[in-house]
Structure formats: structure tokens, C-alpha cells
């Protein structure tokens, strides 16, 4: 795979950079998702596009983002690809029920994928981001995907499917907000190792 690094493309440890863009408090974008209408069949596209791309099979893990924007389109890894399949209007100044309700909405939405998922991929599992989120925090070492998803600030818990048909990969979904005011965003990954919880 060509892994010549253009302009719009930052090293992982620089991928909280992208993936934030800005909106802690801003209201601005956060992924090249910001607008668009969510829309089931879109998303399960999304994945199914993602799922028989080509995966890295080796070298550093790298955040794409608009260079223009910085909003952030996908990140890529040995064995992985992640990218967001959609973004909430910004939260800005949204408190109370307001904000249970736009929480309620991205979780409805995500439902709506893992329903449509689970009729090609068979049932789902959940994997817990506890663990990796409690190692991140202490700077303690994950592997690779999981390092990947705490960087852009992705610690909501995976949907999980696999391993599927297309060359046993694997699949997960997630939604969570990566701070403050920031919006809700639903992620795609693909893997080509087994997604599974990680062990205290």
C-alpha cells in the first residue's frame, strides 16, 4: 500500500489534533461528517466501502484531515482503518434535557446501524473502552487500534462484529462525544486482528 504522507496527513500522535479540530467550546467541526443528514443506509455503505478496502500491513498510524479545515476523514494503522460515518450538530451551549435528548439521538442512531449490521454480519458483541481509557490516562501502552481510537479521543464502547466473510475482519461501531461542547460521532473501524476487550 502507497504510504506516501501528503500534506493532509499527520502522525497518530497528532491525530487528537485533527479529530478535535478546534470545537472543544467552539461549536466548529470536528470530522468531514459535519452536515450531513444521518442516514442508515449511507452509514452500513460506509462500512461495507471500509471493509473490503486495503488494510496497512505495517508502519505508523495516520490521522487524515481536510487541510484546509483540519476536520478530520479517517485514520489508518497496521491492520486497521477507522473513519467517522457522522456528526451531531455542534452542542455548544446545549445543557439539561437538551443534551440527554441530542445524546438519546446519536444513540438512536447507532441502533439503527447495529440493527441493519447485525442482518449481515450476525449478532453483535460489545467490547469496553474502560480498560483503554483507564491505560491512556495512566500513558500506559495499547495496542495499536486501541492507541488509535484513544488519540482521537474515541472511547465510547465498540459494537462489534467478526470475524466476517470478507477475509475474517472485523468490524465496530461507536458513538461518543470527544469533549465538552464538541458534537457526537458515530466511528467505523476495520481490522484485520480480532477486536476484543482488552484484560485489566
Known amino acids: ?40 443506509t449511507r452509514a452500513v455503505s460506509d462500512i461495507e466501502t471500509l471493509l473490503a478496502a486495503d488494510l496497512p500491513t505495517s508502519g505508523a498510524t495516520i490521522s487524515e484531515g481536510d487541510p484546509a479545515t483540519g476536520e478530520w476523514t479517517g485514520t489508518r494503522g497496521a491492520g486497521f482503518r477507522i473513519i467517522p460515518l457522522w456528526e451531531s450538530d455542534a452542542l455548544t451551549g446545549v445543557y439539561g434535557a437538551d443534551w440527554n435528548q441530542a445524546e438519546d439521538a446519536a444513540e438512536a442512531n447507532l441502533a439503527l446501524v447495529v440493527r441493519e449490521s447485525d442482518h449481515r454480519w450476525g449478532p453483535h458483541r460489545k467490547v469496553s473502552m474502560r480498560v483503554p481509557l483507564f491505560r491512556h490516562q495512566a500513558r500506559a501502552p495499547l495496542p495499536a487500534l486501541f492507541q488509535a481510537l484513544a488519540d482521537l479521543d474515541c472511547f465510547g464502547d465498540l ?42
Open 1 to 40: 500500500m502507497d504510504d506516501d504522507r501528503g500534506p493532509e496527513l499527520r502522525e497518530a500522535g497528532s491525530a487528537n489534533d485533527v479529530a478535535q479540530a478546534d470545537s472543544g467550546g467552539t461549536g466548529r467541526p470536528v470530522t468531514g461528517r459535519a452536515g450531513e443528514v444521518f442516514d442508515t
Open 159 to 200: 459494537t462489534v462484529w467478526g470475524p466476517t466473510a470478507t477475509g475474517g475482519r472485523w468490524i465496530a461501531v461507536s458513538v461518543n462525544q470527544c469533549d465538552g461542547d464538541a458534537p457526537m460521532i458515530m466511528t467505523a473501524v476495520v481490522s484485520r486482528a480480532p477486536i476484543i476487550e482488552l484484560s485489566e
